[in-house]
């Protein structure tokens, strides 16, 4: 039988198939629930999102930290992931080696998460409150500071200086909070004041 394809039968023949695709890229087809199906879903997806900075040097690169609740302690969370922060004006989104290596350090056994005391002649440290830190911090300050306290030089010229001392200073506080340390550090006499933004 011999068939002629008319412009008519052609348009018609096009139109439905037109319609029948569009039908199945919409969704309507078991294809799509297949694929859907077969997706890994998004590891990021249950997180929750935070902005911070890298704490490594003084360039204070934006970073994002997700975390989940974790699968050991129900109902506490933990990081699962640190990425640049795109929207960062310092980095935008770029970390080098040891800001993309922050969830290593984090995780890490042998993270101090606590103030640590290691008493006169023990081998080891014991985990110790924050009071009593920074009580015996004060008090082992005050009296090296009264032991040797300089206030006049050689010339008799008064320059109030506190020389067996120095301070390390970390690198990812805000302007405020480096003024505050510089004033603090020099309030009390201290010469030798060190950053850690020295790298």
């Known amino acids: 039988m011999n068939m002629e394809l008319s412009r008519r039968s052609f348009m018609l023949g096009a139109g439905a ?55 050991e302690e129900k109902g506490k969370m933990e990081v699962t992931h640190i990425e640049g922060d795109v929207d960062h004006p310092v980095n935008r989104g770029t970390l080098c080696p040891k800001g993309a290596g922050a969830l290593d350090y984090i995780k890490s056994k042998t993270r101090v998460k606590y103030p640590m005391y ?23 300050m005050k009296e090296d500071r009264d032991a040797n306290w300089v206030e006049k030089n050689r010339d008799g010229v008064t320059v109030n200086r506190w020389l067996t001392t120095a301070f390390l200073a970390g690198s990812s506080v805000a302007n405020e909070g480096g003024w505050a340390t510089f004033k603090v550090s020099r309030g009390l006499g201290l010469l030798q004041i060190e950053n850690q933004a020295r790298i």
Not at 52 to 61: D, E, H, R, T
Not at 118 to 140: C, Q, T, Y
Request: hydrophobic share 40%.
């Open 17 to 71: 198939g037109l319609v029948g695709t569009s039908l199945g890229a919409l969704g309507f087809g078991e294809i799509e629930v297949a694929h859907a199906l077969s997706i890994r879903p998004f590891k990021l997806a249950q997180t929750k999102e935070v902005r911070s900075q890298c704490p490594y040097c003084a360039v204070c690169c934006g970073m994002l930290i997700f975390s989940a609740e974790s699968k």
């Open 118 to 140: 290691r008493k006169p002649g023990s081998n080891g440290f014991e985990r110790v409150s924050w009071d009593f830190a920074m009580e015996r911090i004060a008090k082992l």
